[in-house]
């Protein structure tokens, strides 16, 4: 199972505490990932990227394994850590403003 | 015996406050959906239980919630239920895409921006819910960029009217200073395929066939920051307000000046007469009396609080012209909030009751239409809309 933590505004949205597991058909890439989550999520749609285009929202950003994968393509596979489920994938909102 | 349940959307989170028919003793729940702007909440006159509300962040955008039991517990339409294991999405709550479709919609093109230059449209946030009048399910949004969006089942899916926004004027529409936003949408309660909508910057329209086709109703406006002042199309129209006996009688609170129009916005004449200024946002019609209107002057564009540093609402019993101030309990010394456009309502009681919010966080109200005010909150984050439900 992958591991998603979500900020804490989306948590609350989703109706979850802690963190959200996955099960991701196919290979585990960052598009694939995100498609799985709004599926299972379907608030969350529009809220970590931007509807139609499927673009990352500007003021959020993704982190796994100690790297930042925000401004990778969706089909980038993730790292083996991510996909057996062993480091979490990170949705962090940007720390801009208040 | 009747009770009053005032919605208050804040820059932090939505508040519901509630009394009895005498308004002087107040329950107060919230935060809602704390941490996020509720540009507007306001309840089905179809069935008050119900409440829709626009949830939105800088973040992570859009949301729509909507409460079914008067604003105790709340949910996503059509996200409520976690599919098991992974059902499709269930739909698109929060999905406000403009119709560009060759069948039903308009290419987007462009609006001005600020300095006259042409702007691609981008949806930004739904600034305004109305509720149909006669059914739970149905609701219109305007949103920004200016377009009017509508549900049918009850917030799950949205659908541009398409004709408003490409209705020929669209590329000559320019923000003003908080966005080209459709604010306000007014019902007209004897006639359902009357439409009335205000967009800042660009004027108000009128639907008189249900929201396909529109056509701007803005002469007699003048607005010297435009090259023609009396253009059609330009004008930052901050609010209008319709009695329901009355849904000719439109008033409009202006950039700068207070309008009447009698015959459903054909033409416009300033009634600010004594009005100390004529800049501000809110403006609300008495419930039983419809030459009865209230408003809270402001001291300019640049200058986003009352003149003199007293807070004063302005209530004309004649339609317009002769303005009398309203004082008792607001301050009257070193007040330097702003009322924005969304941000006063009334109920329906006897004597009628008025309500405002602050960006300071005050909630104010009158039970007495006007004559003597109270704080019902004092330190809530800054107010951005209030909405009255009066409950038999």
């Known amino acids: 199972m992958i591991r998603v933590v979500l900020p804490p505004h989306l948590k609350k949205l989703a109706h979850v505490d802690g963190e959200v597991t996955l099960h991701v058909e196919g290979p585990v890439t960052l598009g694939s990932l995100l498609d799985t989550l709004e599926a299972a999520y379907p608030m969350l749609h529009g809220t970590v990227r931007y509807h139609v285009t499927l673009k990352r929202r500007a003021f959020v950003r993704f982190f796994a394994c100690g790297e930042d994968l925000s401004h990778q393509a969706p089909e980038t596979p993730l790292p083996d850590a991510i996909a057996t489920g062993a480091e979490p994938f990170r949705v962090v909102g940007a720390i801009a403003g208040g | ?262 015959n459903a916005g054909e033409s416009w004449e300033e009634i600010s007469g004594n009005l100390p200024t004529d800049f501000g946002f809110a403006i609300d019609v008495h419930a039983h009396e419809p030459d009865t209107v209230h408003v809270v002057p402001i001291k300019s564009d640049s200058e986003h609080f009352p003149p003199d540093g007293m807070l004063r609402v302005f209530r004309s019993r004649t339609g317009g012209n002769d303005w009398e101030p309203l004082t008792k309990g607001l301050p009257q010394r070193d007040c330097y909030v702003n009322v924005l456009r969304d941000a006063m309502a009334v109920d329906s009681l006897e004597p009628c009751g008025v309500y405002f919010g602050t960006t300071g966080g005050q909630v104010y109200g009158s039970a007495d239409a006007g004559d003597n005010w109270a704080p019902i909150v004092r330190d809530l984050p800054a107010v951005l809309s209030v909405e009255v439900q009066t409950l038999k």
Not at chain 2, 81 to 107: C, I, L
Not at chain 2, 193 to 198: L, N, P, W
């Open chain 2, 1 to 262: 015996m009747s009770t009053v349940r005032v919605l208050v959307g804040t820059k932090k989170g939505a508040f519901i406050l509630t009394a009895d028919a005498k308004r002087d003793r107040w329950e107060v729940i919230g935060p809602h959906f704390a941490g996020w702007e509720l540009y507007h909440l306001k309840g089905s006159p179809a069935d008050p239980d119900r409440i829709y509300a626009s949830q939105s962040s800088g973040w992570f955008g859009q949301i729509i919630q909507r409460s079914s039991d008067g604003g105790k517990t709340w949910d996503v339409p059509g996200g409520e239920k976690m599919p098991e294991p992974y059902d499709p999405p269930a739909g698109g709550s929060n999905k406000f895409v403009y119709d560009v479709s060759p069948e039903t919609g308009r290419p987007l093109t462009t609006h001005q921006w600020y300095d006259g230059t042409p702007h691609p449209w981008e949806f930004k946030r739904v600034w305004h819910l109305e509720p149909s009048l006669t059914d739970p399910d149905t609701v219109y949004a305007g949103v920004e960029d200016a377009a009017l969006f509508r549900t049918t089942d009850g917030g799950k899916s949205w659908q541009e009217l398409p004709g408003l926004r490409g209705h020929g004027t669209g590329s000559s529409w320019q923000p003003g200073a908080g966005g080209m936003c459709l604010h306000t949408i007014l019902l007209d309660p004897g006639n359902p395929d009357r439409i009335f909508i205000a967009i800042s910057a660009a004027g108000v329209f009128r639907s008189d066939d249900g929201g396909k086709t529109w056509k701007p109703v803005n002469r007699g406006l003048n607005s010297q920051f435009m090259p023609d002042p009396t253009a059609e199309i330009g004008h930052c129209v901050h609010r209008i307000a319709m009695h329901p006996a009355r849904p000719d009688v439109l008033y409009m609170q202006k950039h700068w000046d207070v309008m009447r129009t009698n």
